[in-house]
């Protein structure tokens, strides 16, 4: 197996890749990644000394890194997880969204058109569907409907991606994944900022009312299921992948704080986010059926381990939250990862 992922470094992408390293020690894969605030190298330590991975600092918005690393890597697989992700920051300037999310996309699409690959997976996210009232859920027919600049980004991206199959016979498939949680999460996010603010005994901000629903996946169920659609995937369909458990924010940021002994009297109640979705509900019962996935890690045992990593791990979050972790990518960035580098765009097609 050899693949190409994209966002590498943050939080999904190189919990991905720690699984398919584990599971397939032959798999070969190149990790592309333009190392923005949420990439951190720090991610991957434990496989960064195999030979068998490979890393390169690119932007997907340079469309001729992008050309030189799909030639010169030849991947069999592309799973695409870049991407600019945070609400909040796609609502206060969208343009960077926009360029990574919709026109990375597209110089990505184009690199992989012209070298071709068995499968190209575009990782996208439930909030393309918008808020959606109870008891509905969305299955992978449900309209597309997104609110705030980001989530247009990946349905637009999602469709480009889907027209490369109709067009140009692109081997692609999209899923659609609710909120993920887990360690190594860039500490924006409601989950790791919430643990990092109790154990700091800073305050807890929620949006409203904190009744918005959101359904929460563990980050290690999430790459399982793409690792089964990149073996058992049909290319032209889309798949969403749930976690099989809907919660309000407020119920969540409670369980935290009983989990790490804090008052809820650090719960601070703060204007409403712009055009904020009410309700996400996804099935994902499309993706059961034709790969026998089902996600397995219970949120509360889930939650349990995310904050004890939290507590184990608190000088990572704190060299994130100040962005020193960049420093360690200058430290150790070695000289042979460099090289790794210029190697890997060596193997270019005639």
């Not at 890749?17 to 190298?41: C, H, K, M, Q």
């Not at 720090?42 to 600092?57: M, P």
């Not at 597309?144 to 016979?169: E, I």
């Not at 397995?296 to 608190?314: H, P, S, V």
Request: hydrophobic residues 40%; charged residues 25%.
């Amino acid at each position: 197996m050899r693949l190409l992922v994209t966002g590498g470094a943050g939080f999904i992408g190189s919990a991905f890749i720690r699984l398919v390293l584990a599971r397939d020690p032959s798999a070969e894969i190149l990790n592309f990644d333009a190392l923005t605030y949420a990439g951190n190298l720090e991610n991957l330590e434990s496989v960064a000394g195999r030979d068998n991975y490979r890393f390169v600092k690119a932007n997907l918005c340079d469309a001729e890194a992008t050309e030189r690393a799909v030639a010169g890597f030849l991947p069999e697989t592309v799973v695409h997880f870049a991407a600019e992700s945070h609400v909040d920051r796609s609502i206060f300037a969208p343009k960077p969204v926009v360029d990574t999310n919709v026109t990375g996309a597209f110089h990505l699409l184009e690199a992989v058109r012209r070298h071709g690959v068995e499968r190209f997976i575009q990782v996208s996210t439930d909030e393309v569907y918008g808020s959606i009232d109870s008891p509905d859920e969305a299955d992978e027919n449900f309209p597309l409907r997104p609110s705030s600049p980001y989530s247009a980004s990946k349905a637009g991206a999602d469709l480009l991606a889907l027209s490369y199959l109709t067009t140009y016979k692109l081997p692609v498939i999209v899923t659609r994944a609710s909120n993920n949680y887990g360690p190594y999460q860039f500490p924006e996010k409601l989950i790791p900022l919430m643990i990092a603010n109790a154990l700091e005994n800073m305050p807890l901000p929620i949006y409203g009312d904190g009744q918005q629903v959101r359904d929460w996946l563990h980050v290690d169920d999430h790459c399982r299921a793409i690792l089964s659609l990149v073996r058992k995937g049909r290319p032209g369909e889309v798949y969403n992948i749930g976690g099989n458990c809907a919660l309000p924010n407020l119920e969540v940021v409670r369980r935290i704080l009983a989990a790490t002994g804090k008052p809820e009297s650090l719960l601070q109640t703060v204007e409403d986010r712009l055009g904020h979705d009410r309700r996400y509900a996804l099935t994902s019962a499309k993706l059961e059926a034709e790969t026998g996935w089902t996600p397995e890690i219970e949120f509360d045992q889930g939650l349990e381990q995310t904050i004890d990593w939290y507590c184990a791990n608190t000088e990572w979050v704190e060299r994130v939250r100040s962005g020193a972790y960049r420093e360690y990518y200058e430290a150790n960035y070695s000289r042979r990862e460099q090289q790794l580098d210029r190697l890997s765009m060596a193997r270019v097609k005639p």
